[in-house]
Nanobody, 120 residues
Framework: QVQLVESGGGVVQTGGSLRLSCAAS????????MGWYRQAPGKQRELVAT???????NDADSVKGRFTISRDNAKNTVYLQMNSLKPEETAVYYC??????????????WGQGTQVTVSS
């Protein structure tokens, strides 16, 4: 089994910054795409940013220029640097990853989530 463990959430004031981390552990061959999603109370989970194994990124329009996704393949870890945070970005942030066990055996794993609260 693969576990994704997020860290770095917390409470920050409007305009502040946080850096989230998500580390994968367990038995697998490799990890393809990794990503960050968020879910605010009463809302659907939404994409924040994704990154391929080669480093190509895709960001939601709402976070472009403020959030940066990155990864360290050697550490099986994905990061999300969040700057200029807004109160409406208060949510539980989840990471996910496409885990490859064998070339024909892939699945998406999710972390347990980390709370980010932006106070106004």
């Amino acid at each position: 089994q693969v576990q994704l463990v997020e860290s770095g959430g917390g409470v920050v004031q409007t305009g502040g910054s946080l850096r989230l981390s998500c580390a994968a552990s367990g038995t697998f061959s490799s990890i393809n795409d990794m990503g960050w999603y968020r879910q605010a109370p009463g809302k659907q989970r939404e994409l924040v940013a994704t990154i391929t194994r080669g480093g190509f990124t895709n960001d939601a329009d709402s976070v472009k220029g403020r959030f940066t996704i990155s990864r360290d393949n050697a550490k099986n870890t994905v990061y999300l640097q969040m700057n200029s945070l807004k109160p409406e970005e208060t949510a539980v942030y989840y990471c996910n990853a496409e885990i490859v066990r064998r070339w024909y055996d892939r699945y998406v794993s999710w972390g347990q989530g980390t709370q980010v609260t932006v106070s106004s």
